[in-house]
């Protein structure tokens, strides 16, 4: 249709917490909640919030652009941001301080960018405090490795064996 013009613009916000969604810190200790964010046409005036089990918040900040560092809003006074957003990373982690069993559970790092049309976006970490850490036993995991290596080791020892014996054919045959 003449004079009709559709202009397409996706605008990405992203918000992680990592690989895994799951952190295990040990009681009274200090533990880190990770999250980053990407976007893809910048930002200004950017909001972000951490919550505890979806309804308490524990930390709010503003990053004004990407030349500065967040500005501090409101938190608990056992919180500490930890994060930087003035590098290649848009890090707004934070650090729980003094963990107890009663901060077992969801953390939800909150971000909001009115520069993408107010898009927000969220990720969510749970927190498992323990009295003491399990050792995990790797005993499988090492007879696994050693047999694999060992094969990958019989293997480039076979074709080693078998390019020395080719090479004497070779010299045996090129002297007579």
Same mark, same amino acid.
């Given at each position: 249709?003449?004079?009709?013009?559709?202009?397409?613009? %996706?605008?990405?916000?992203? +918000?992680?917490?990592?690989?895994?969604? /799951?952190?295990?810190?040990? @009681?009274? *200790?200090? &533990? $880190?909640?990770?999250?980053?964010?990407?976007?893809?046409?910048?930002?200004?005036?950017?909001?972000?919030?951490?919550?505890?089990?979806?309804?308490?918040?524990?930390?709010?900040?503003?990053?004004?652009?990407?030349?500065?560092?967040?500005?501090?809003? %409101?938190?608990?006074?056992? +919180?500490?941001?930890?994060?930087?957003? /003035?590098?290649?990373?848009? @890090?707004? *982690?934070? &650090? $729980?301080?003094?963990?107890?069993?009663?901060?077992?559970?969801?953390?939800?790092?909150?971000?909001?960018?009115?520069?993408?049309?107010?898009?927000?976006?969220?990720?969510?970490?749970?927190?498992?405090?323990?009295?003491?850490?399990?050792?995990?036993?790797?005993?499988?995991?090492?007879?696994?490795?050693?047999?694999?290596?060992?094969?990958?080791?019989?293997?480039?020892?076979?074709? $080693?064996?078998?390019?020395?014996?080719?090479?004497?054919?070779?010299?045996?045959?090129?002297?007579?």
């Amino acid at each position: 249709l003449p004079g009709l013009h559709v202009l397409a613009i %996706a605008f990405t916000l992203e +918000v992680s917490v990592g690989k895994t969604n /799951t952190v295990m810190a040990l @009681n009274n *200790s200090n &533990v $880190l909640l990770p999250c980053t964010f990407t976007t893809c046409i910048g930002f200004q005036d950017l909001v972000f919030t951490w919550y505890f089990n979806s309804t308490e918040m524990i930390y709010h900040g503003k990053i004004k652009s990407k030349a500065s560092e967040p500005i501090l809003v %409101a938190r608990n006074p056992r +919180v500490e941001f930890v994060g930087s957003t /003035t590098g290649k990373d848009n @890090n707004i *982690s934070i &650090v $729980l301080k003094d963990v107890e069993f009663s901060d077992a559970g969801k953390y939800t790092c909150h971000v909001k960018n009115p520069k993408e049309k107010d898009a927000q976006h969220n990720a969510t970490i749970f927190l498992t405090v323990v009295q003491k850490m399990v050792e995990t036993d790797n005993t499988v995991t090492l007879i696994i490795v050693g047999v694999v290596g060992g094969l990958i080791g019989l293997l480039v020892l076979f074709m $080693l064996v078998k390019r020395v014996v080719l090479f004497i054919i070779k010299k045996t045959q090129d002297g007579k």
